[in-house]
Nanobody, 122 residues
């Protein structure tokens, strides 16, 4: 079992910055992919994967965060980060850490953290 624990959320003004961190622990075989998803509260709102990074540093982003958010990782520390710049009110959401090896993702068994709230408001 892999545990993911996020930290770094909070309240920030529009245009501000936040850095999220997520540490993985437990029965880690390989964290081929690590990343972040977010979910806005409300009916019909789905969790959206917004940034992902492979073990060799290849990154992907959803269009809405490209150029503003940067995902990075420290393989020695089993940690993934999300640097969020130029934050907008529409970035307000619960942010979840996501990780696993390629088999986990193929089988729908990838791991999730419990989430951290990010609120962008003046």
């Amino acid at each position: 079992q892999v545990q993911l624990v996020e930290s770094g959320g909070g309240l920030v003004q529009p245009g501000g910055t936040l850095r999220l961190s997520c540490v993985a622990s437990g029965s880690i075989v390989s964290l081929d992919l690590m990343g972040w998803a977010r979910q806005v509260p409300g009916p019909g709102k789905r969790r959206e994967l917004i940034a992902q990074i492979s073990k060799n540093g290849r990154t992907t982003y959803v269009d809405s965060v490209k150029g503003r958010f940067t995902v990075s990782r420290d393989n020695d520390k089993n940690t993934v980060y999300l640097q969020m710049n130029s934050l907008k009110p529409e970035d307000t959401a619960v942010y979840y850490c996501n990780a696993g090896d390629y088999r986990d993702f193929a089988n729908g068994l990838d791991h999730w953290g419990k989430g951290t709230q990010v609120t962008v408001s003046s």
